[in-house]
């Protein structure tokens, strides 16, 4: 079965230290990748997506992620974090067969900033 | 402006009285979904609908009905709600070929 694993449950950065979310998907083919952001108490915020094309894919608020087939990852990075990036990280991958629309999501990354 | 809208956002029930969480989107789009977010499990597919009359299981459908009588409307009922239940509920939304999912803001359901 498709699967998507996040494997930190919880990481603790300094504030304009960089940053590295784990993301590992099981899937056969190029599947779709999503990186999604949820701060306390809101919803949800697409970061950035890969359908295709280039691995290296740039997304809002200075998130980038790579797409690795070798290794079935997607991490998402941050040169420099900020107070405000502090919120939960959601990786998601589409699931095979259906569209876009169906996810499969990990079970997130909460990130805390230290000042 | 895109939006998908859940009504209500928040709401504390009781064990066994029925309760309806609406979803709309005003994009047109086929597609749309249910999924809950409990903590440590992050988001799980309830149901989903590829088009109006057409609705299928997710990972997670025990408990919850479904109806897409509307290309904007995918209603998520729950019969007989039970405290295992209480969860963070979004409804989603995305063209079949298209690469842009939306999400509504979030229904907090608290069963007691």
């Known amino acids: 079965a498709q699967s998507v694993t996040q494997p930190d449950i919880h990481i603790t950065v300094s504030e304009g230290a960089s940053l590295e979310l784990r993301c590992n998907y099981s899937?056969?083919?190029?599947?779709?990748l999503f990186w999604y952001v949820q701060s306390p108490g809101q919803g949800l915020q697409l970061l950035l997506k890969?359908?295709?094309?280039?691995?290296l894919v740039q997304g809002i608020k200075g998130f980038e992620a790579e797409f690795k087939r070798s290794q079935s990852s997607f991490n998402l990075r941050k040169p420099s974090v900020h107070w405000s990036d502090a919120a939960e990280y959601f990786c998601?991958?589409?699931?095979?067969?259906?569209?876009?629309?169906?996810?499969?999501f990990g079970k997130g990354t909460k990130l805390s900033v230290k000042p | 402006e895109a939006q998908v809208t859940q009504n209500p956002r928040y709401l504390i029930t009781v064990t066994g009285k029925k309760l309806t969480v609406t979803c709309s989107q005003n994009?047109?789009?086929?597609?749309m979904s249910w999924y809950r977010q409990d903590p440590g499990l992050g988001l799980r597919q309830i149901y989903y609908?590829?088009?109006?009359?057409?609705?299928d299981k997710g990972d997670v459908p025990e408990g919850y009905k479904v109806s897409r009588k509307e290309k904007r409307n995918f209603p998520l009922i729950l019969e007989s709600p039970s405290p295992n239940q209480t969860s963070l509920y979004f409804c989603?939304?995305?063209?079949?070929?298209?690469?842009?999912?939306?999400f509504g803001e979030g229904s907090w359901l608290t069963v007691v």
């Open positions: 989603a939304s995305s063209r079949t070929d298209g690469n842009t999912i939306y």
């Open positions: 899937y056969g083919a190029t599947p779709y």
């Open positions: 890969y359908f295709s094309g280039d691995t």
């Open positions: 998601a991958v589409g699931k095979v067969g259906g569209s876009q629309g169906n996810l499969i």
């Open positions: 994009m047109n789009h086929e597609y």
């Open positions: 609908s590829m088009n109006v009359e057409v609705t």
